[in-house]
């Protein structure tokens, strides 16, 4: 193996094949073609002599080789791109390209503001938005996939993650006005005897409504369950059940009820390595971002 052979096309490559389990998702990730993601992979098993992918199907899956590459080729990435960002801090000016990890709720309702913000202050500055549940945003940033995630805050954080809180908001219980007036009935004995619309199971936003539940003695099974609030607010419109939504989301479709027990909240924040670079771009795009809160 010669390791100057190694390039950065093809440690990119690669990262993304592993992440995606596809060659078709890494060229749609990297905006390339199959055929340039596959040829990239072949130099970089050329150069390594070994393979680094057992064909499954449609899907791929890494070798031992591979596993073994992985963290040294992310961290190889990272360094790369911390030199980047320290040579664009040499200009006087805010330039550079931020990758920011986002889920689709935070994209929608909090982040229209900063973002004109940041482009009418900033013309020089890059914004790449990648859209992900608040779990894998951030695993982008410690993994170096990410500079910055917005996402749901955790009750814990991986080592090496710091993070803040931006926003707060309060979850609360809604069914469909139509359904609130033919159904007249207390809250407990709804949330006990209706279909549930909730989140993901491993999701931060289910474990804050669950906690909640259980303080009631209330563990309904969910009859259906997405990722995004959107669709949750569209299916409970729609009286397939009962859910909980941040207070904000209501329409005069839904029926928001009181909520007996104290107040059901989750935090929306940002969050970075610790120990990276941190650029003045990174730092503009926070100092936007936290603008945007409430006061302190």
Same mark, same amino acid.
Request: hydrophobic share 45%.
């Given at each position: 193996?010669?390791?100057?052979?190694?390039?950065?096309?093809?440690?990119?490559?690669?990262?993304?094949?592993?992440?995606?389990?596809?060659?078709?998702?890494?060229?749609?990730?990297?905006?390339?073609?199959?055929?340039?993601?596959?040829?990239?992979?072949?130099?970089?098993?050329?150069?390594?002599?070994?393979?680094?992918? *057992?064909?499954?199907?449609?899907?791929?899956?890494?070798?031992?080789?591979?596993?073994?590459?992985?963290?040294?080729?992310?961290?190889?990435?990272?360094?790369?791109?911390?030199?980047?960002?320290?040579?664009?801090? =040499?200009?006087?000016?805010?330039?550079?390209?931020?990758?920011?990890?986002?889920?689709?709720?935070?994209?929608?309702?909090?982040?229209?503001?900063?973002?004109?913000?940041?482009?009418?202050?900033?013309?020089?500055?890059?914004? *790449?938005?990648?859209?992900?549940?608040?779990?894998?945003?951030?695993?982008?940033?410690?993994?170096?996939?990410?500079?910055?995630?917005?996402?749901?805050?955790?009750?814990?954080?991986?080592?090496?993650?710091?993070?803040?809180?931006? /926003?707060?908001?309060?979850?609360?219980?809604?069914?469909?006005?139509?359904?609130?007036?033919?159904?007249?009935?207390?809250?407990?004995?709804? =949330?006990?005897? /209706?279909?549930?619309?909730?989140?993901?199971?491993?999701?931060?936003?289910?474990?804050?409504?669950?906690?909640?539940?259980?303080?009631?003695?209330?563990?309904?099974?969910?009859?259906?369950?997405?990722?995004? =609030? *959107? +669709?949750?607010?569209?299916?409970?419109?729609?009286?397939?059940?009962?859910?909980?939504?941040?207070?904000?989301?209501?329409? *005069?479709?839904?029926?928001?009820?009181? /909520?007996?027990?104290?107040?059901? =909240?989750?935090?929306?924040? /940002? +969050?970075?390595?610790?120990?990276?670079?941190?650029?003045?771009?990174?730092?503009?795009?926070?100092?936007?971002?936290?603008?945007?809160?409430?006061?302190?």
């Amino acid at each position: 193996m010669r390791p100057e052979q190694l390039s950065v096309e093809s440690l990119q490559a690669f990262v993304a094949v592993v992440d995606t389990g596809a060659f078709s998702a890494a060229a749609e990730r990297l905006h390339l073609t199959q055929p340039a993601i596959s040829k990239r992979i072949q130099a970089l098993e050329a150069t390594l002599e070994r393979p680094l992918f *057992e064909r499954q199907g449609r899907r791929v899956r890494p070798t031992e080789v591979a596993e073994r590459l992985l963290p040294e080729a992310r961290e190889i990435l990272a360094r790369l791109r911390a030199i980047e960002q320290q040579i664009a801090d =040499l200009d006087t000016v805010v330039r550079g390209r931020i990758r920011l990890a986002t889920s689709h709720h935070i994209a929608l309702h909090r982040l229209p503001d900063p973002l004109a913000a940041l482009g009418g202050h900033y013309p020089d500055l890059e914004l *790449e938005l990648a859209f992900m549940d608040s779990e894998a945003g951030i695993q982008a940033v410690l993994h170096g996939d990410a500079d910055l995630a917005l996402a749901t805050l955790p009750e814990s954080l991986p080592d090496g993650i710091e993070a803040r809180t931006v /926003w707060t908001d309060e979850l609360v219980p809604m069914i469909a006005r139509a359904q609130a007036i033919r159904t007249p009935g207390d809250i407990l004995a709804r =949330l006990r005897d /209706w279909p549930a619309i909730l989140p993901p199971v491993d999701s931060t936003t289910r474990r804050r409504i669950e906690q909640a539940l259980a303080t009631a003695e209330l563990r309904p099974a969910a009859a259906q369950e997405s990722p995004y =609030l *959107e +669709v949750i607010r569209m299916m409970i419109a729609a009286g397939l059940g009962i859910g909980f939504l941040p207070r904000d989301m209501a329409t *005069e479709e839904l029926a928001v009820l009181d /909520w007996p027990g104290p107040p059901v =909240l989750r935090s929306l924040g /940002w +969050v970075r390595h610790a120990a990276r670079y941190h650029s003045r771009a990174l730092q503009a795009v926070i100092e936007k971002l936290e603008g945007s809160g409430p006061p302190a």
